[in-house]
C-alpha cells in the first residue's frame, strides 16, 4: 500500500495555497518527529515559504546536532509563540503523531486553529475526522522514510539535499533501533541506499546518536540495570522502575532515559518489558515486545497509551509504586508468548 498520484497533487496544491506553515511534533519528541519535521521544514523554506518547527517540549540532547535543529520552537519555553503559530497558521503538519492529543499542550490549538491539516505518520488509528489530507502508513519503518517517499514522488524532489537527506535517515535508522526491527521489507533499506546517494555519512551520523552519551546516562543505565530491574522469568516479563529521586542524581536530562527500556527486552527470554519514569504528577511508561504479543493493545486498554506492535506508551496517574503493584498484576496474569 502506498499513497494516490492524487494525494501527491493535493499535498502541491495545499501547500502551494498556503503562506504561513507551521510543522508540529508530538510531545517527547523523538529524532523521528523532529527528523521528518525538520526535512519537510528545509522543503518549505528553500520554497519560499514562511515556516516553522514547534515541539510541545524540550528536545533530547541526543539530536541537539540536526541540522536547522536551533530554529525549533518549544512550547514548555515560548508557549504564546506557539499557540500563535499553530492557530494562525494557513496550514499544519502532523509529523509522526496520529491525532491532536498526542502534542499534549498543542492540543488546544490544534483544535482551534483554522488551517487546513494534513497528516504524515506511521502510527495506527489516525484521527480521520481532524484532518483534511492524511498521508498514514503504519506499515512504513518510519515518519522520515514515508516522508522522503512523498518528496520522491512529489516536485519537491528537487530540494532533496544532504542536510534533508540526513535528518530523514537519523529517523528512519532511530525507529528501526539501527536497522534492527520495523524493516523487514527491502523498500526500507533501499531508501537508506538513496539516502547515502545524497550524502549521508553514515558512520559519522551513527556515532553521533548511539557513541555520544552523556556520563549520566551510562551511569544512569548501569544503575536502572543494576539497582530497578525486575525479571518475572514464568511471565517472560522484565521491567525497570525510575523514581524521580532517581532520575534527579543522574541529572534529570533531556532523553535520559532514552533506549534504557530495550535493555530489559535484550534478556534471553524476556519477550516484554516497560520502563517506568516519574515524571511530575505521572508515571510515564514505555513499553517494548519481542514478537507476536501487542504492546499497542496493552498500553491502550490498560495505561491511556498506544503506539505500535512492538513498542508503545502509556501514562499512569497513580503513585509509582501503585503503578508497579499494577503493573506486576497486569504482568503475572498475561500470557505472553515468547
Ligand atoms: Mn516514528
Known sequence: MTFTKDQIVQLEKLVEEANDITLITHANPDADTVGSALALHNVLV????????????????FIQWMHNIDTVIVHDREGRKVQRLVENADLIFAMD?????????????????????????????PDEDYFDLMFSFPKKSSTSELLFDILRASNYKKYINKEIATNIFVGLMTDTGSFAYNCNQPETFETAAELIRYGVEVKKTHDLIYNNNSIDRIRALGYSISERLRVFPKQNAAYISLSAEDLTRYGNGEGLTEGIVNYALSIQGICFAALLTEKGDKIKISFRSKGTYDVNAFARKY??????????????????EKTEQKLEELITNLEIPC
Open 97 to 125: 503523531f496520529n491525532a491532536p492529543h498526542r502534542t499534549s499542550n498543542i492540543e488546544k490549538s490544534m483544535m482551534e486553529t483554522k488551517a487546513k491539516k494534513v497528516l504524515i505518520d506511521h502510527h495506527l488509528f
Open 46 to 61: 528553500q520554497m519560499g515559504k514562511k515556516a516553522q518547527v514547534v515541539c510541545p517540549n524540550p528536545i533530547p540532547d
Open 303 to 320: 495505561f491511556e497509551g498506544g503506539g505500535h506492535h512492538n513498542a508503545a506508551g502509556g501514562k499512569s496517574f497513580l503513585s509509582l
